[in-house]
């Protein structure tokens, strides 16, 4: 996975939207429409009542409108009320596949708790925001100079390893990517390599989808030691009957309505194998399934990656 695909994972979506948003009212004539589009150089802004979005006017609608007479009538008569949208709290890579399964240019971004218009997102706010996070990234990772091992120089043992322990429920997608970015915030502050710290989170973050889409939910562990980062997840769901099918990207046997939430790609399992080192999935039906993931710190990895080259 590339620093770009990797990041997709980490931000959330009221980091990279667009906070000011042209809006009309229902009661907005049709024929002020052109000026506000042309005016302010878009090509379609949601409607909204009291805060609360309600539909979509666009370009289209406004061209339909004239070739159908332009009869005088609110723009409530011509919008769109079907609207597709997103929670500011969700995960970036939410509207990444939203905006590809859907489409569309942008989709309006709604606050989970008071339902209230709060941004929009487009492909061009996820270019931008990536490149912003990018260059702050890479200054981070010069003045942090921090290695993944100082943890465990202090400390005189055989074997030392530090446990976090998540629990996810689930069918919860209000809390889908809570336990990948508190693991996420803790090696970072622990002082671990962003690369590192970086697939930890991704592979944490699609196997805690997968727990929430497919089981009652499960428990994500991950040992930390001086060389390695194992993650085990744990589920008494209803088990993987063909697991190598299931490491096919695109296969999925998400429902419907879970797909229409932005979820259940079929991409799970296969971006974890690309975050991991090494990854072993044992599942049985009807009992349950173990995914086990081991990630090198960075310089165990390149140390790694050198000796293969040198056997090549």
């Given at each position: 996975m590339t620093k770009t695909q990797e990041m997709v994972y980490e931000l959330l979506v009221r980091e990279v939207m667009t906070k000011e948003v042209i809006t009309v009212m229902p009661s907005t004539p049709m024929r002020d429409l052109r000026e506000i589009l042309r005016v302010n150089r878009i090509s379609g802004t949601p409607v909204v009542e009291d805060g609360r979005l309600i539909g979509i006017i666009s370009i289209e609608d406004f061209i339909n409108w004239l070739s159908e007479g332009g009869t005088e009538c609110p723009v409530a008569d011509r919008m769109t009320r079907d609207v597709r949208t997103i929670y500011d709290d969700e995960q970036?890579?939410?509207?990444?596949?939203?905006?590809?399964?859907?489409?569309?240019?942008?989709?309006?971004?709604?606050?989970?708790?008071?339902?209230?218009?709060?941004?929009?997102?487009?492909?061009?706010?996820?270019?931008?925001?990536?490149?912003?996070?990018?260059?702050v990234d890479h200054r981070d990772a010069e003045m942090r100079g921090a290695r993944s091992s100082h943890l465990f120089e202090d400390i005189q043992a055989d074997r030392a390893a530090l446990k976090l322990e998540y629990q996810v429920r689930g069918g919860d997608f209000s809390r889908g990517g809570a336990s990948a970015c508190k693991l996420k915030t803790t090696l970072l502050r622990l002082g671990l390599d962003p690369q590192t710290t970086r697939r930890a989170a991704v592979a944490t973050y699609e196997a805690e989808m997968n727990l929430i889409v497919f089981t009652e939910g499960g428990r994500i562990t991950v040992e930390l030691g001086p060389e390695m980062m194992r993650l085990a997840v744990e589920d008494n769901g209803p088990g993987i009957p063909d697991i190598e099918q299931a490491m096919q990207p695109g296969f999925s046997t998400a429902p419907d309505w879970v797909r229409e939430l932005g979820f259940g790609a079929g991409m799970g399992l296969p971006n974890i194998k690309k975050c991991a080192d090494r990854m072993r999935v044992d599942s049985t039906v009807g009992k349950g399934t173990r995914l086990e993931v081991e990630i090198l710190m960075e310089q165990q990895g390149e140390a790694e990656r050198d000796r293969a080259q040198a056997r090549a």
């Open positions: 970036l890579v939410q509207a990444v596949n939203k905006l590809e399964r859907l489409g569309v240019g942008r989709l309006p971004v709604v606050g989970r708790d008071t339902g209230h218009l709060v941004g929009v997102i487009t492909k061009g706010d996820i270019i931008g925001g990536l490149l912003r996070h990018l260059d």
